[in-house]
């Protein structure tokens, strides 16, 4: 079996389920294969079966002329390969409303998955920043924040220096 490529926006997508193990065909490179996304795909056509090798290598994208996330939903950052390579080449994930995607120290964060406060209370410190702009108090999270609820959180974390940041959307 092979190993799933590696993603440096979404470095864990089987730990996120954004990509989950099944066996079944490929809809882009037509090959049987043991793991599929399960994340979203924005294309003309509808396209369920998309294996992580053909988001890796672009394939996907390329022959859809579809992304796995919203390029106007995305934090600024330095260099515009990092959109291409995020948009074209990497797993996204499904939010409540439209995903949107951090950045950090001029490059995108990476998606670390879905949280509630438990989840985050050993890292609140990062978050602060993101927290008081989201117009919630500790309390307020401590109290409705909880992962699968009304309102989630969606973590992320600076492949440079490391700090955590935080997006909440509600259903
Ligand atoms: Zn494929
Ligand atoms: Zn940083």
Sequence with gaps: MR???FFKYHP???????????????????KEIDYIYNGPFYAEEEVSDICPWCIKDGKASKE??????????????????YVDELIHRTPGYGGWQ???????????CSF???????????????LEDDIS???????????ILVNGGSL????FK??????????????
């Design 3 to 5: 190993k799933i490529p």
């Design 12 to 30: 864990e997508p089987l730990k996120t389920g954004m990509i989950k193990k099944e066996t079944t065909t490929c809809e882009v490179c037509e």
């Design 64 to 81: 859809f002329d579809g992304t796995f996330q919203d390029e106007d939903s995305c934090d600024p950052v330095d260099k515009e390969e």
């Design 98 to 108: 439209q995903e949107y995607w951090l950045s950090h120290c001029g490059d995108f």
């Design 112 to 126: 670390e998955g879905f949280v509630g406060w438990s989840e985050i209370e050993g890292i609140i410190n990062d």
């Design 133 to 143: 702009e989201s117009g919630f108090t500790k309390d307020d999270l401590q109290r």
């Design 152 to 155: 989630q959180g969606y973590l």
């Design 158 to 171: 600076c492949n440079i220096c490391g700090k955590y940041r935080i997006h909440f959307d509600c259903d």
